[in-house]
């Protein structure tokens, strides 16, 4: 059987892009997590729309499961094996950017295309794709857009979905969904672009995107401010967004034991703060071409007036606008240098966070006393990643063996009864296949699971992910 899939797959995309069962493929079947382990039939990596085409009606023929993957940066498992007899389709080498329309604000690149790549060409036309994450040197737009991915920017520009105009993509049986338009209204029907952005891979196989474009900022101002505590920094979001409104572009809450495991592991040059504090927020400001310089530092001010906040640094150099995002989107790496943890993705309404993140360290503590909280996140989106770094001194492995289901549990009662989300930005995949079924509501499940079968009725579209 398995010569066969390795036969047909080298028949419809030469040999060179077919990756049998062995060293070869260990790079597409872990993830950047290690939690999930499990081989695959095969590795095939189509190179134009028509072999993506010939592979799904080959599958959806023969009943294989087709898992797609394009930067292999997802966090819930979604683009790796799950059973072990199925494909992985590689999308990395459709990755033309296909058109830049400047005049529309949009550019139509390749499933394939790297996140950076596609700032990169933006760019180069004098505009700006606004989707930024810390993975955007190796995800890839099919990725971005099937996990719906947030990132810093969702506050003033919004998710993968807020920025995709249209989507074509390869439906199970081989059919290609021709949705690459970029017309603002559309009023023809059900939005299919919105139901294949997030699906995960489940319900087609992106094969390009056109996605909406904006004008850059002239300049950026950026500040790191002292913050008392999670309530203040909501007022203090609240006050910025009534002074700056859509331009206040980013406002990031990081813990002090986030500084201090930083500065511990020697991950900065320096200190960016202004001093101790037990929380910082990061803002900033994009400034278009005529705004006034120093509009941020004014808000601040205001801030201060109210006695809001009593520190706070400006970013006075391109240097110090680095090292300020550095700190915050280091939060993730110097968590696996303080040994084991225990992360949620989680998101609550603004007004909650507060609450969300008294009654989940609570709760927390009550369980693993001495556990560290390293909340941090995005603030203005509600979506804080919840994390813990296990006692000081504690056995990663003991710990996680005794409080990791306990805390998962504890984490998303508190998230649940505060009318949120257990899934902000990563996914469902394999991670929360369990869960989604325990927390959504019954009616969306049922709606979803005929969604599935009616667009992909063999099941070969990522078996397993997202629905069970
Ligand atoms: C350091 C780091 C930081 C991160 N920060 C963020 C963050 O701030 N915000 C955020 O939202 N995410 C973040 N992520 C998660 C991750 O980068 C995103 O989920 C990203 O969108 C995945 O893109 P990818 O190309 O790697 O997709 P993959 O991991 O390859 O796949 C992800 C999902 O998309 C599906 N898929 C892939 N390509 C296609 C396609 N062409 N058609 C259909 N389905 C497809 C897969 O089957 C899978 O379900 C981070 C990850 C890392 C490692």
Same mark, same amino acid.
Do not use: C
């Given at each position: 059987m398995?010569?066969?899939?390795?036969?047909t797959?080298?028949?419809?995309?030469?040999?060179d892009?077919?990756?049998?069962?062995?060293?070869?493929?260990?790079?597409?079947?872990?993830?950047?997590?290690?939690?999930?382990?499990?081989?695959?039939?095969?590795?095939?990596?189509?190179?134009t729309?028509?072999?993506?085409?010939?592979?799904?009606?080959?599958?959806?023929?023969?009943?294989?499961?087709?898992?797609?993957?394009?930067?292999?940066?997802?966090?819930?498992?979604?683009?790796?094996?799950?059973?072990?007899?199925?494909?992985?389709?590689?999308?990395?080498?459709?990755?033309?950017?296909?058109?830049?329309?400047?005049?529309?604000?949009?550019?139509?690149?390749?499933?394939?295309?790297?996140?950076?790549?596609?700032?990169?060409?933006?760019?180069?036309?004098?505009?700006?794709?606004p989707?930024?994450?810390?993975?955007?040197?190796?995800?890839?737009?099919?990725?971005?857009?099937?996990?719906?991915?947030g990132?810093?920017?969702?506050l003033?520009?919004?998710?993968?979905r +807020?920025?995709?105009?249209?989507?074509?993509?390869?439906?199970?049986?081989?059919?290609?969904?021709?949705?690459?338009?970029?017309?603002?209204k559309?009023?023809?029907?059900?939005?299919l672009?919105?139901?294949?952005?997030g699906?995960?891979?489940?319900l087609?196989?992106?094969?390009?995107?056109?996605?909406?474009?904006?004008?850059?900022?002239?300049?950026?101002?950026?500040?790191?401010?002292?913050?008392?505590?999670?309530?203040?920094?909501?007022?203090?979001?609240?006050?910025?967004?009534?002074r700056?409104?859509?331009?206040?572009?980013?406002?990031?809450?990081?813990?002090?034991?986030?500084?201090d495991m930083?500065?511990?592991h020697?991950?900065l040059? /320096?200190?960016p703060?202004?001093?101790?504090?037990?929380?910082?927020?990061?803002?900033?400001?994009?400034?278009?071409?005529?705004?006034?310089?120093?509009?941020?530092?004014?808000?601040?001010?205001?801030?201060?007036?109210?006695?809001?906040?009593d520190?706070?640094v400006?970013a006075?150099?391109?240097?110090?606008?680095?090292?300020?995002?550095?700190? /915050?989107?280091?939060?993730?790496?110097v968590?696996?240098?303080?040994?084991?943890?225990?992360?949620?993705?989680?998101?609550?309404?603004?007004?909650?966070?507060?609450?969300?993140?008294?009654q989940?360290?609570?709760?927390a +503590?009550?369980?693993?006393?001495?556990?560290?909280?390293?909340?941090?996140?995005?603030?203005?989106?509600?979506?804080?990643?919840?994390?813990?770094?296990?006692?000081?001194g504690?056995?990663?492995k003991?710990?996680?063996?005794?409080?990791d289901?306990?805390?998962?549990?504890?984490?998303?009662?508190?998230?649940?009864?505060l009318?949120?989300?257990?899934?902000? +930005?990563?996914?469902?995949?394999?991670?929360?296949?369990?869960?989604l079924?325990?927390?959504?509501d019954?009616?969306?499940?049922?709606m979803?699971?005929?969604?599935?079968?009616?667009?992909?009725?063999?099941?070969?579209?990522?078996p397993?992910?997202m629905?069970?």
């Amino acid at each position: 059987m398995t010569i066969d899939i390795i036969a047909t797959l080298a028949a419809i995309v030469g040999t060179d892009h077919v990756i049998a069962p062995g060293p070869g493929m260990a790079t597409y079947i872990s993830e950047p997590r290690r939690r999930f382990h499990q081989t695959a039939a095969a590795v095939v990596r189509p190179g134009t729309v028509a072999e993506v085409q010939a592979i799904a009606r080959w599958a959806n023929e023969h009943g294989i499961g087709l898992i797609p993957q394009g930067g292999n940066t997802g966090l819930v498992g979604a683009q790796v094996p799950l059973r072990g007899d199925e494909v992985i389709v590689s999308l990395p080498r459709l990755d033309r950017v296909r058109s830049v329309d400047p005049a529309a604000g949009t550019i139509t690149v390749e499933a394939g295309a790297i996140l950076e790549h596609v700032h990169a060409a933006a760019e180069a036309e004098g505009m700006m794709f606004p989707l930024w994450l810390a993975s955007q040197g190796s995800a890839r737009i099919g990725g971005l857009l099937s996990s719906n991915a947030g990132g810093v920017n969702v506050l003033a520009y919004g998710n993968a979905r +807020e920025l995709t105009m249209g989507v074509e993509a390869v439906l199970a049986d081989g059919r290609l969904y021709q949705g690459l338009n970029a017309l603002k209204k559309d009023n023809t029907g059900y939005d299919l672009k919105d139901l294949l952005v997030g699906a995960e891979g489940t319900l087609g196989i992106i094969t390009a995107a056109t996605l909406k474009l904006f004008p850059q900022p002239e300049d950026h101002e950026t500040a790191l401010v002292n913050v008392a505590s999670p309530a203040r920094a909501v007022e203090l979001f609240q006050l910025l967004r009534e002074r700056l409104g859509g331009r206040l572009t980013a406002f990031e809450l990081v813990p002090a034991l986030g500084l201090d495991m930083q500065l511990r592991h020697g991950m900065l040059d /320096r200190d960016p703060t202004a001093g101790p504090s037990p929380w910082y927020a990061l803002v900033e400001f994009s400034r278009m071409s005529g705004g006034d310089p120093g509009t941020l530092a004014s808000a601040i001010e205001a801030a201060f007036t109210a006695a809001l906040i009593d520190n706070a640094v400006l970013a006075e150099s391109l240097a110090d606008r680095t090292r300020m995002w550095a700190f /915050r989107e280091q939060m993730s790496e110097v968590q696996s240098k303080e040994g084991a943890s225990v992360k949620h993705d989680v998101s609550v309404p603004v007004a909650a966070i507060p609450a969300l993140i008294e009654q989940g360290s609570a709760a927390a +503590e009550a369980l693993a006393p001495g556990i560290r909280p390293v909340p941090f996140g995005h603030v203005g989106d509600g979506n804080i990643h919840f994390n813990f770094s296990q006692p000081v001194g504690a056995d990663g492995k003991t710990f996680m063996a005794q409080f990791d289901e306990a805390l998962h549990e504890a984490i998303y009662d508190v998230v649940l009864r505060l009318g949120g989300s257990v899934s902000a +930005e990563h996914g469902i995949g394999q991670l929360k296949v369990d869960l989604l079924k325990r927390v959504k509501d019954p009616v969306a499940l049922e709606m979803m699971r005929a969604i599935k079968a009616a667009l992909d009725p063999k099941g070969i579209l990522n078996p397993g992910k997202m629905l069970g």
